[in-house]
């Protein structure tokens, strides 16, 4: 990971998509539309979705991706546990890179966590 702070993190993050959706309105748009699309409430409820993305970020080995997800995991109401478990799948398939990755998604939501007043574990 290149910074300590997963919300650090995230925040850098945003602030270089700025420049994106200044110069490509229209893709940023449908990327956004694309999100709330997939991750609205269908035969899986959204804290559930949003847990497939946590894992899919573990196996894409994307920091930023682990951070924005974890927090949002955080705002859902999910718990540790809910997240451990669903590491422990995407370790399973993706091995030990995937579970390097699996304790960088760990140490982002329970940092969520502290700052939303949640104890994490």
Do not use: N, W
């Given at each position: 990971?290149?910074?300590?702070?997963?919300?650090?993190?995230?925040?850098?993050?945003?602030?270089?998509?700025?420049?994106?959706?200044?110069?490509t309105?229209?893709v940023?748009?449908?990327?956004?539309?694309?999100?709330?699309?997939?991750?609205?409430?269908?035969?899986?409820d959204?804290?559930?979705?949003?847990?497939?993305?946590?894992?899919l970020s573990?196996?894409?080995?994307?920091?930023?991706?682990?951070?924005?997800h974890?927090?949002?995991?955080?705002?859902?109401?999910?718990?540790?546990?809910?997240?451990?478990?669903?590491?422990?799948?995407?370790?399973?398939?993706?091995?030990?890179?995937?579970?390097?990755?699996?304790?960088?998604a760990?140490?982002?939501?329970?940092?969520?966590?502290?700052?939303?007043?949640?104890?994490?574990?």
């Amino acid at each position: 990971m290149a910074t300590e702070s997963f919300k650090q993190l995230t925040q850098d993050v945003s602030a270089g998509l700025a420049g994106l959706r200044s110069s490509t309105p229209e893709v940023m748009k449908a990327f956004s539309e694309l999100g709330r699309s997939a991750l609205a409430p269908g035969a899986l409820d959204a804290k559930t979705k949003e847990l497939i993305a946590p894992a899919l970020s573990v196996a894409v080995r994307c920091d930023p991706c682990i951070g924005f997800h974890t927090r949002t995991l955080v705002r859902l109401g999910a718990t540790r546990q809910e997240l451990d478990e669903t590491l422990a799948v995407a370790t399973y398939m993706g091995g030990g890179p995937s579970l390097m990755y699996a304790a960088s998604a760990t140490a982002a939501f329970d940092e969520f966590a502290r700052e939303a007043g949640v104890k994490p574990a």
